[in-house]
């Protein structure tokens, strides 16, 4: 069993941001692992230095996207990852130096601090983030129907232009005719002069 297991109540409602976290929960994973296995010291300073790294790539990201959909409370959620990060690093460069050693405590730390930051922080921008994704949406899908309706309209005019140049000239040829003729021929009569016309 791993030390943390993504579950369904991480989710952001973003496959991105969710498959990075679910790669946060994955080096963490990593990191217990190692510890476990009674590793030499420097395969666990890697292995937390590549979660402090992609920890910080993915803050970007995750703070890009908010900047991106101007949500309003980047900055104290911006506040927060850096608060993170140099704890992360303070750590990092204790471990580097020899004071500190990768323990449960870490580990729990790391824990506790991702999965509270998943479900508080990360999870008030789901719904905002959803909000702005929507309306463009529902503008693609509306842009799209007028156009699926300009090009039936154009379609069924195409068909209809000549169609209805062909009836107006056999009306108009055959009123013309019906005018000419005494009163009370009739409609057989009309039609017969208009096919013996062309
Ligand atoms: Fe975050």
């Known amino acids: 069993m791993a030390f943390i297991d993504w579950a369904p109540k ?38 937390f230095k590549d979660l402090i790294s992609y920890t910080e ?13 101007a949500y309003p409370r980047l900055e104290a959620h911006h506040q927060q990852h850096v608060e993170f990060v140099e704890k ?22 790391l824990k506790s601090w991702l999965s509270e930051h ?18 463009v ?5 509306a842009a799209q129907s007028v156009q699926r309706s300009r090009d039936r309209e154009r379609a069924v005019g195409i068909v209809r232009g000549p169609l209805s140049i062909v009836r107006g000239s056999v009306l108009s040829d055959g009123n013309r005719r019906t005018e000419q003729r ?17």
């Open 88 to 109: 992360a690093r303070d750590l990092h460069a204790q471990l580097l130096a020899g004071k500190f050693t990768v323990s449960m405590d870490l580990l729990r730390f």
């Open 118 to 135: 998943i479900l508080g922080m990360d999870q008030q921008y789901a719904p905002f983030l959803n909000a702005q994704k929507n309306p």
């Open 137 to 141: 949406a529902s503008r693609v899908r």
């Open 182 to 198: 005494p009163s009370g021929s009739g409609c057989i009569q009309t039609m017969t002069s208009v096919v013996s016309n062309k």
């Open 57 to 69: 790539s993915h803050f970007r990201a995750e703070e890009g996207i908010m900047r991106q959909a």
């Open 10 to 47: 991480f989710s952001v409602q973003s496959v991105v941001l969710d498959q990075q976290h679910k790669t946060l929960i994955a080096l963490i994973n990593d990191l217990h692992a190692a510890m476990l296995r009674g590793g030499a010291t420097e395969d666990m300073q890697k292995v």
